[in-house]
């Protein structure tokens, strides 16, 4: 049996050598995380905890959270995070943040959508026999009790907003939605949401059971496209300059033998 995400499934799409280096390699990347990891992190860190506060029927004002995610940036902050655009300063991405949770607080109190589950575990098959699990974790899931939907909320720190055509394609909260049916019911209607921190925009999308499907069998075929590659050539593109393994790929002229060395030694378990 093996475990795929997203993540994963994504990392093969986006450089097949780095989807190597990460997943069969097990290279733990010497570089520290970029500054936008670290934003998002936070960002998700403060709302989730925003949402458990009002589970247990705790209000935080929004000075309170903006507390929380100033300690939660203090707290994983590093001099040695990389700040890839060099117009940006650490201070720039941190004032981001405060105010993506300022316009999050403002147009989403009192936080009453009926929250059912927050950091929701999903795993399911792929394929019937199992062979194949699908696992990921939902931002919050939420059931909307007037028309009896579920609703999949994703968080995006990202600036760039893509088309509408991209949600309506979008792969991981549709597999989500997967999971999602299989625990309620294959007939339950289920709301897939984006929430555009950067633009205070909320984007929705849904899938039929028929698409549904379709997904299944494209995500196992693109599996099957994985586990029979035996060649990963490293793919260039814009996103290199925010890759952990930039400083061992032989595409930017780095050899990647001795960290393949000494991570055969240590290891790396990641999904
Ligand atoms: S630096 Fe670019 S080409 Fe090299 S592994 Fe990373 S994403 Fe792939």
């Not at 997943?23 to 500054?35: L, R």
């Not at 300690?71 to 405060?98: C, H, L, R, S």
């Not at 393994?245 to 032989?250: A, E, G």
């Amino acid at each position: 049996m093996t475990i795929y995400s997203h993540s994963r499934l994504s990392t093969f799409e986006q450089c097949p050598l780095k989807f190597k280096f990460r997943y069969i390699d097990k290279i733990i990347p010497e570089i520290e995380k970029t500054i936008e990891i670290h934003l998002g992190k936070t960002v998700h860190d403060t709302l989730e905890w925003l949402y458990t506060q009002v589970q247990d029927n705790k209000f935080p004002t929004m000075d309170e959270t903006i507390v929380y995610y100033a300690e939660k940036w203090a707290e994983n902050y590093k001099p040695e995070i990389i700040i890839v655009k060099k117009d940006m300063t650490a201070k720039d991405y941190f004032d981001k943040g405060v105010e993506f949770i300022i316009n999050y607080y403002t147009k989403h109190q009192p936080f009453d959508d009926n929250t059912i589950e927050i950091e929701k575990k999903i795993l399911f098959n792929l394929d019937e026999k199992g062979k194949y699990k699908l696992q990921g974790f939902i931002d919050r899931l939420v059931h909307n009790t007037k028309t009896n939907e579920y609703e999949v909320h994703d968080y995006k720190t990202a600036n760039f907003l893509p088309k509408q055509e991209k949600f309506e394609n979008d792969r991981q909260l549709a597999l989500y939605s997967i999971g999602i049916k299989e625990i309620f019911g294959e007939d339950k209607e289920v709301i897939l949401i984006w929430h555009y921190l950067a633009h205070n925009q909320k984007i929705c999308s849904k899938r039929t059971n028929q698409q549904l499907q379709q997904l299944k069998q494209e995500t196992l075929a693109l599996i099957n496209q994985i586990e029979a590659t035996e060649k990963f050539p490293p793919y260039i593109s814009k996103l290199c300059d925010w890759c952990e393994y930039k400083n061992i790929c032989p595409a930017w002229g780095n050899s990647p033998e001795k960290e393949i060395e000494k991570n055969n030694e240590e290891g790396l378990d990641i999904w």
